[in-house]
């Protein structure tokens, strides 16, 4: 399989899903949309009108874990979220440590202006382009290396 290009990053929560799009050719994502969840399960028909408007080569998914590094309580949750989009989609999945991601977006949007209120512009969006962000530098050799003109 080629380098994926395009990709979907989700950070994955039981009432919100925040959805971000990415590019490996410049190691950046911005947030997309937030999927309202049903005690973690999203409508499941918006999330395949996302994967045919963008048709991405691959999915990342936020892995909630503890700050010393062990599985939180939504980590297993997660996980399945994860094997549910590879099972649907038949595209490679991959989970990103996303600790710190939700704390940085909303640092972000305090910056912005934006009141501690984060119930009209949700941070799911932003954390999850900043997840599949850290999945980019992570993952460097998912970039694809660029061909030398003749």
């Given at each position: 399989m080629s380098a994926p290009r395009l990709l979907l990053g989700f950070d994955y929560g039981s009432k919100?899903?925040?959805?971000?799009?990415?590019?490996?050719?410049?190691?950046?994502?911005?947030?997309?949309?937030?999927?309202?969840?049903?005690?973690?399960?999203?409508?499941?028909?918006?999330?395949?009108?996302?994967?045919?408007?963008?048709?991405?080569?691959?999915?990342?998914v936020g892995l909630p874990l503890n700050m010393d590094g062990s599985p939180s309580e939504m980590s297993e949750r997660a996980e399945k979220f994860a094997r549910r989009l590879n099972g649907r989609f038949n595209l490679p999945v991959h989970t990103h440590d996303e600790r710190l991601t939700t704390y940085e977006a909303k640092g972000h949007r305090l910056r912005q202006g934006q009141s501690g209120n984060y119930r009209g512009r949700p941070v799911d969006a932003l954390a999850a382009a900043l997840l599949l962000e850290g999945w980019l530098q992570a993952n460097p050799t998912a970039q694809p290396i660029p061909k030398e003109i003749p």
């Amino acid at each position: 399989m080629s380098a994926p290009r395009l990709l979907l990053g989700f950070d994955y929560g039981s009432k919100q899903i925040g959805v971000a799009v990415g590019q490996a050719v410049t190691g950046q994502a911005r947030e997309l949309c937030v999927l309202k969840a049903q005690n973690g399960t999203p409508d499941w028909s918006r999330v395949e009108a996302l994967m045919k408007e963008w048709q991405p080569d691959a999915l990342v998914v936020g892995l909630p874990l503890n700050m010393d590094g062990s599985p939180s309580e939504m980590s297993e949750r997660a996980e399945k979220f994860a094997r549910r989009l590879n099972g649907r989609f038949n595209l490679p999945v991959h989970t990103h440590d996303e600790r710190l991601t939700t704390y940085e977006a909303k640092g972000h949007r305090l910056r912005q202006g934006q009141s501690g209120n984060y119930r009209g512009r949700p941070v799911d969006a932003l954390a999850a382009a900043l997840l599949l962000e850290g999945w980019l530098q992570a993952n460097p050799t998912a970039q694809p290396i660029p061909k030398e003109i003749p």
